[in-house]
């Protein structure tokens, strides 16, 4: 098939770029290079199209589009420290760039994976986070929320045209990581605790540390999105795609400095120093995998040790 992969050029698309190519796919990736780069398609390069572009470009995303058997929509403004600091851009690329791939699918019948985020809950205590629950959400003033709102305005607009015929479905990540995660850290708290601790810098835990999150192998986000995308039985539906194991944040830093033997310690930093005034955190998030497992017989299955023991093979190769 011919596949467009937006946000190929990403940490989590670019795996799916070297899965596709694989499974001998025509791949086309759409990326403007933003929070990916080159270096993550080394893998596959000469096998894959790139194209420079942003999907607020409804030309470009219309031409690649209309050239395509099935689309992949994952570019998006992503990670919370870039939503807090530019929340007008990451609204725009999150809104009217999702709407601009979204209908392009809608105009040349195109069959569309969209990829969402768990943060699509909020803050909701209800646990373990199941697809049709409900969405839970803090004031319009605090910009974190923005992300929730444009991804749900998204999911939102493809459920509405799949009434009338689009064929799509839906992966909401929890809290992905591994290679090709972004050293800088720009959101994830794995990529944080690990250039922190290689470094012998302190390892920032936000807040008390007892917020948990449910750590996501890449090899597993993308199994589950590949799946959700290829398999019909998977149209119409929206999966949570993570693993369900729940770890606190102060677990998760005794983990990373024990496996990279760093000398750092932790450090405990307000979430008002790191976000700013009035940022309000999820404290827990699990996600509902029953879903997945019916429809799609996927099951994320790489444990949090052994997927840092990954990332951290290929963090000691690439940061060298
Ligand atoms: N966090 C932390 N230290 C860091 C980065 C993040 O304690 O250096 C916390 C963050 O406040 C949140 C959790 O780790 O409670 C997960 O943060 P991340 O930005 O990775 O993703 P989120 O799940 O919040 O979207």
Not at 32 to 41: D, E, I, P, V, Y
């Given at each position: 098939m011919r596949v467009l992969v937006t946000g190929g050029a990403g940490y989590i698309g670019s795996h799916l770029v070297d899965r596709l190519v694989a499974l001998r796919h025509e791949v086309t990736v759409l990326d403007?290079?933003?929070?990916?780069?080159?270096?993550?398609?080394d893998q596959s390069r000469g096998q894959v199209r790139m194209v420079e572009n942003t999907i607020l470009n409804d030309r470009v995303v219309d031409k690649l589009v209309r050239r395509a058997d099935t689309v992949f929509h994952l570019a998006a403004g992503v990670g919370v420290g870039n939503i807090v600091k530019d929340p007008l851009g990451a609204l725009r690329t999150n809104t009217r760039g999702a709407e601009n791939v979204i209908e392009a699918c809608v105009k040349h019948e195109r069959r569309l994976l969209l990829a969402s985020t768990?943060?699509?809950?909020?803050?909701?205590?209800?646990?373990?986070?199941?697809?049709?629950d409900d969405r839970v959400l803090g004031s319009t003033t605090v910009a974190r929320w923005g992300y929730s709102t444009a991804k749900a305005i998204d999911e939102h607009l493809a459920l509405a045209y799949a009434q009338h015929g689009l064929r799509m479905s839906v992966v909401r990540y929890f809290n992905s990581f591994g290679p090709r995660i972004d050293s800088r850290g720009y959101g994830s708290v794995v990529a944080n605790m690990l250039r922190q601790a290689l470094a012998n810098e302190p390892l920032t835990v936000h807040g008390d540390g007892t917020q948990t999150r449910c750590f996501t192998y890449v090899g597993d986000t993308v199994e589950g999105t590949l799946r959700a995308g290829l398999d019909s039985r998977a149209e119409g539906v929206i999966f949570n795609v993570g693993n369900d194991r729940e770890t606190t944040i102060n677990d998760l830093a005794a983990l990373i400095i024990e496996m990279t033997g760093s000398r750092s310690v932790v450090q405990r930093v307000s979430y008002e120093e790191r976000y700013g005034k009035g940022f309000e955190d999820t404290k827990r998030r699990v996600p509902d995998v029953r879903r997945a497992a019916e429809v799609l017989g996927f099951r994320a299955g790489v444990e949090l040790r052994d997927g840092l023991e990954r990332t951290l093979q290929w963090w000691r190769l690439t940061h060298r």
């Open positions: 403007n290079l933003s929070t990916g780069n080159l270096a993550n398609l768990s943060e699509i809950y909020g803050k909701t205590s209800k646990m373990p986070m199941s697809e049709d």
